[in-house]
């Protein structure tokens, strides 16, 4: 039972990306899956979360402050859920990392790490010029 994050890369301040985490041996669209993302020297940061489709929707997605507006949380299958990140700047280079909670039915979207039980290995982001 685990999850892949991809889709890191080096962008230029003002460009996007799109983040991928990959669910294998369990099916993702069960549980709240959330973004988070560290930076060198800082604590681990949530970025957005998407709560379960169980209910015959795609799930609520929602956004840190710092991002909200800018990324977009969406997920397309049970084994994927994706981050579209766009209008990056330098405060956005970290390594990202997804992570599913089960313990929760998926209902509750929690932003701190503790819930989220299964993690994927992080994919960096950077952003220069």
């Known amino acids: 039972v685990q999850l892949q994050a991809s889709g890191g890369g080096v962008v230029q301040p003002g460009g996007s990306l799109r983040l991928s985490c990959t669910a294998s041996?369990?099916?993702?669209?069960?549980?709240?899956i959330g973004w988070f993302r560290q930076a060198p020297g800082k604590e681990r940061e949530w970025v957005s979360g998407?709560?379960?489709?169980?209910?015959?929707?795609?799930?609520?997605a929602f956004y840190a402050d710092s991002v909200k507006g800018r990324f977009t949380i969406s997920r397309d299958n049970a084994q994927k859920v994706y981050l579209e990140m766009g209008n990056l700047n330098a405060e956005d280079a970290a390594v990202y990392y997804c992570?599913?909670?089960?313990?929760?039915?998926?209902?509750?979207?929690?932003?701190?790490?503790?819930?989220?039980?299964?993690w994927g290995q992080g994919t960096q982001v950077t952003v220069s010029s």
């Open positions: 992570a599913a909670d089960t313990d929760s039915l998926g209902l509750i979207v929690s932003n701190t790490p503790d819930p989220y039980d299964i």
């Open positions: 041996e369990f099916t993702s669209d069960y549980y709240a």
């Open positions: 998407l709560s379960s489709s169980v209910s015959g929707r795609d799930g609520t």
